[in-house]
């Protein structure tokens, strides 16, 4: 059994969400036949842009989640800090593919909630 098993959960999510952005790039490539850059395409732009930020932000997510894990905090608010992380970048791809800035904002608000919210739970649990 894992040791971490909760942030196990959201890394294995985390992993598969990874691979279908990936692809999605990917996918844009192959259909304007641009192998570098975003060209003047739009939408190949949007697709790379949602992958890095997404490259950029759930490794340290998943540290402080698995940080918070390790340092003992009950199963409930471990998955509850998960969660909402988890709510954040989602919302935040959906609104960066589908160009909707509300649920790109929400997804970044949220997202920073939850690092600040791990933040805390680390801080008060070392402290």
């Known amino acids: 059994m894992s040791s971490l098993p909760v942030t196990s959960l959201f890394a294995a999510g985390a992993l598969v969400a990874l691979v279908v952005l990936s692809l999605s790039v990917s ?55 998960g969660g909402i992380f988890a709510l954040g970048r989602a919302a935040h791809a959906h609104g960066m593919l589908t160009g909707r800035l509300p649920s790109r904002a929400f997804g970044m608000i949220t997202t920073h909630a939850a690092f600040l919210a791990i933040a805390i739970v680390l801080l008060i649990s070392h402290v």
């Open 27 to 81: 996918f844009r490539r192959k259909a304007t036949n641009i192998s570098t850059g975003a060209g003047a395409d739009d939408l190949l732009l949007r697709r790379m842009r949602t992958h890095g930020n997404f490259v950029e932000n759930v490794p340290f997510g998943l540290i402080g989640l698995g940080l918070v894990e390790a340092s003992g905090v009950a199963i409930w608010g471990v998955a509850a800090l």
